[in-house]
């Protein structure tokens, strides 16, 4: 999986057949955001499936005359809670392994191979349906495969943002990125919801045979370094050249730099603290992720209860509030400067949305749509920008002095921890439901006051620099460069 140095053999396959000159920079960073967009979309898309599936596995509490053994019996979501929190413990642990390995590898051939084995895996749950397979350690054992697999992705995707974008409205850039995340839900939702009528293993096939096909648009057309298509490292002392072409950019550059320890990341100021908040902020987001359907089917909503394909369909407006909590975040903690004031004053803000999501959800279906949007804007806003900017920013920290190589290591451990964080949440909710939803609601209420709590020491640091210094270069450059393009 190594690079190359001689030729073109650096370069992606598909745009050596397509590219009939050489592109701009400008044209490659679109090219990377959109593929990237597309490929995470993919990895959220294959997640909703079990979401939405879990009415139909355990019919016990929601009316339906059958469901698919081990998951019909009394212990039935007590089942689903497990196997949710084996593939997201799979997937947090993964996570330290891959980003190492994303700082090491080639990351369009590790990403590309992490897609496959993702959708493999995926259809291989699916398949347990048409094989009449009821036996609890296959779906358990294939949902374990599916997420090491699909730890690949999210240290790998904004490790390739890292390399192509420097710091300058970063936040914005990945707020507008980062839409992928619920743009992966909602299609995830849509899909499986769509063909749940043929068969549940239908809604496991359909996005599984997608993030294959994501991982070949990955092989044949992402180019995961600068270098590859011979422009200069983006992270270069010289701003103003960046946009350079060089014949003598070595396009092994990257991967020789010495990627660094676990450890050493762990090191970076800012790194413990933004990603203990995120353990609180996934455990949030990721209960929503798994169990809103299953909560909305359970739901009396304006005097009824809809069924599970309209709980699916309905669960993806979460996700459009998340697509706007995600720019505004980034938004906003560009113009402030400011990202941990920024992540707690939407974790604190979340906490009375949420309670008025339970108490008033059930009013009526108007009432619960505006209120669950308002809910997903304000607990997707923060748990998008730790994940984005405020990675990308700690993995090109000054104490690094430049070495890019520690992009996918530094996400690994902040979205790792914070994935910890999302197998617990469902874990939980699979226990806590069979007592009531008011106890699940207050460990998400809970959870999103530690989230916002973690990051007071940071907060205390951003207003004291704020109110008793003056604007550092940075800030005066970041400023400075408000009126130009969003890509330059």
Not at 10 to 28: A, F, N
Not at 45 to 69: D, F, M, Q, Y
Not at 448 to 469: Q, W
């Amino acid at each position: 999986m190594s690079r190359h140095s001689d030729g073109t053999r650096g370069i992606p396959p598909g745009i050596l057949l397509v590219r009939g000159k050489e592109w701009s920079l400008s044209t490659y960073r679109y090219m990377v955001l959109l593929i990237t967009f597309f490929a995470y979309a993919c990895y959220h898309a294959s997640r909703k499936p079990t979401g939405i599936v879990k009415s139909v596995l355990c019919p016990e509490h929601n009316r339906a005359r059958h469901g698919w053994s081990p998951f019909n019996g009394h212990d039935g979501t007590s089942k689903l809670g497990e196997m949710d929190v084996a593939f997201l413990a799979c997937y947090s642990l993964g996570m330290y392994v891959a980003g190492h390995l994303g700082d090491t590898l080639d990351l369009r051939l590790f990403l590309t191979s992490g897609m496959v084995g993702s959708g493999i895996f995926m259809g291989l749950f699916g398949m347990g349906y048409f094989w009449n397979i009821h036996e609890f350690w296959f779906y358990l054992s294939m949902q374990m495969i599916a997420g090491m697999f699909q730890a690949t992705g999210w240290p790998s995707v904004v490790a390739v943002i890292g390399n192509w974008f420097g710091k300058r409205k970063r936040g914005l850039i990945m707020g507008i990125w980062n839409a992928h995340t619920s743009v992966g839900n909602i299609s995830g939702s849509l899909l499986a919801a769509s063909v749940l009528d043929y068969g549940w293993g239908w809604s496991f096939l359909v996005p599984g045979a997608l993030i294959i096909f994501g991982g070949l648009i990955v092989y044949f057309f992402l180019a995961a370094y600068p270098e590859d298509v011979g422009f200069s490292s983006i992270h270069s002392d010289d701003e103003e050249a960046q946009g350079n072409k060089s014949v003598d950019v070595p396009r092994e550059g990257s991967v020789t730099k010495k990627s660094i320890g676990l450890l050493e990341a762990c090191m970076i100021p800012g790194v413990i603290p933004f990603a203990l908040c995120l353990f609180f902020a996934k455990l949030v987001a990721y209960t929503f992720l798994y169990w809103l359907p299953f909560y909305l089917t359970q739901t009396d909503i304006g005097g009824k209860y809809i069924s599970v394909k309209s709980a699916g369909n309905l669960s993806t407006l979460f996700d459009v509030g998340g697509i706007f909590g995600g720019i505004l975040a980034g938004y906003i903690s560009d113009k402030l400067n400011a990202r941990a004031l920024t992540a707690a004053s939407f974790m604190y803000a979340a906490i009375p949305s949420m309670l008025l999501y339970r108490r008033y959800g059930s009013v009526s279906m108007n009432t619960n749509i505006g209120l669950m949007m308002v809910t997903g804007l304000l607990v997707n806003g923060p748990y998008a920008l730790i994940t984005t900017a405020v990675s990308a920013d700690l993995g090109t920290h000054s104490s690094l002095r430049g070495d890019s190589r520690a992009l996918a290591t530094v996400t690994a451990i902040i979205d790792g921890t914070g994935s910890v964080g999302a197998s617990l949440g469902p874990l939980l909710t699979g226990f806590l439901s069979e007592a009531g939803w008011n106890d699940v609601f207050l460990m998400l209420i809970l959870g999103a006051f530690i989230a916002g709590l973690l990051l007071s020491r940071m907060i205390i640091a951003e207003i004291t620099e704020k109110t008793g210094r003056p604007l550092s270069t940075e800030q005066q450059n970041s400023r400075a460069s408000a009126s130009q393009p969003l890509l330059e």
